[in-house]
């Protein structure tokens, strides 16, 4: 069973950063995409940041929604069982609850983590 915990969220005034960690547990190691969602009150979940499996070989892209571009940072520890989400020039509509995903396994499978609320204060 595959569980992730996020944690690094907080408040935080416009221009400050913050860091998003994803713990992963149980059986990851065939992992398609991995990656960061938030949500904001009254809006869609939307996909901000993520790490696609691209080939066999270990081989991999990242994707960064246009509005966190040049801001935003995603990356994983070696052991590949932690996502990171550095998040600088924050602005206030980045407040939002943002959740981890992995999705992984043939037929492949999502999995989501409780998230973790970041607040960004004009």
């Known amino acids: 069973q595959v569980q992730l915990a996020e944690s690094g969220g907080g408040l935080v005034q416009a221009g400050g950063s913050l860091r998003l960690s994803c713990a992963a547990s149980g059986t990851t190691f065939s992992m398609n995409a991995m990656g960061w969602y938030r949500q904001a009150p009254g809006k869609e979940r939307e996909l901000v940041s993520a790490i696609i499996k691209t080939g066999g070989s270990g081989d991999s892209k990242i994707y960064y929604a246009d509005s966190v571009k040049g801001r935003f940072t995603i990356s994983r520890d070696n052991a590949k069982t932690t996502l990171f989400l550095q998040m600088n020039s924050l602005k206030p509509e980045d407040t939002a609850m943002y959740y981890c995903?992995?999705?992984?396994?043939?037929?492949?499978?999502?999995?989501w983590g409780q998230g973790t609320q970041v607040t960004v204060s004009s």
């Open positions: 995903a992995l999705n992984q396994g043939n037929p492949a499978r999502d999995y």
